[in-house]
């Protein structure tokens, strides 16, 4: 009862640590009874400030997962604007996109800017939602790395019910974004030309790596040279396929062994 619990409080601590956990608890809750989606002066100072309460420091993709959900339901298409201006969502938006690889030229050929013809407001609130998806799997996966070294699933294989929606996403803005052809033909003939680079690479990679096999492989089956043993003194006997006996080598015999009955 007007503070946050300290379930959600012992939960956050284990994400970001003490200091950070209780700036992001607080804002959370203040945002809550701000009764608003969003509103720019709260990222105008350093130490975030919401209805005069100081929260802390709030980075600005951080404040695009405090924001209350529900709320995106009836915002304004200003409101919007003004969000995705403020926080930078569009940067957010084309990085997940190259990093799920689903930029499509459609989408990124006017990057870093995204109009529409038609259903503004709908296509904003896809962008929001695709960067918000993205931003909260970037913190769920720094959060597991830390506790397990092993490798993180994909996201399409961790969460296939969310990235469905994320695709339904980018199929309506698809729909509705509005295409500069220049543009998208210039960006196509630089992804050619960078496929054509990459594959050049890969062809000499190979190349190389085959002419190394071939080195070794020709090492391999070239009959080693013998190398001469240096002279020690001693006598070095080749077998000449017949069997050594023990009279090949005689026991060496002392040249003046003392009678048995004398004591030296």
Known sequence: AGSPSLTVQDETNKIFGEVLAEAVVKAHYVIGKSG????????????CKIRGVQCGWISKPM??????????????????????NSIGVLSIFFE??????????????????LHFNSKKQQCLKCVIFIARVYRCSKVLRTCEEDDD?????????????????????????????????????????????EDRRKQ???????????????????????????R???????LTVQSTGSSLSSNTFPAPVAADDPPEDEVT
């Not at 404040?63 to 995106?72: A, D, G, I, S, V």
Request: proline letters at 6%; glycine letters at 4%; a negative charge.
């Open 200 to 226: 050049y690479l890969l062809n000499l990679a190979d190349s190389e790596n085959s002419r190394r096999l071939e080195q070794a492989a020709a090492a391999a089956g070239k009959p080693q040279k013998k």
């Open 149 to 193: 070294e092993d490798e993180v699933e994909d996201f399409e294989e961790q969460e296939p019910g969310l990235f469905a929606k994320v695709q339904q996403c980018l199929e309506i803005l698809k729909e509705n974004v509005k295409v500069h052809p220049k543009r998208l033909e210039e960006y196509e003939g630089k992804m050619q030309q």
């Open 228 to 234: 001469k043993r240096a002279s020690t003194g001693t």
């Open 36 to 47: 608003i989606l969003f509103s720019p002066p709260w990222l105008e100072h350093k130490q």
């Open 63 to 84: 404040m695009l997962l405090l924001l209350h959900e529900q709320r995106f339901a009836r915002a304004p298409e200003v409101t919007l604007s003004s969000l995705i």
């Open 96 to 113: 997940a996109l190259k990093e799920w690889k689903l930029d499509d030229p459609q989408l990124v050929h006017n990057e870093p800017s």
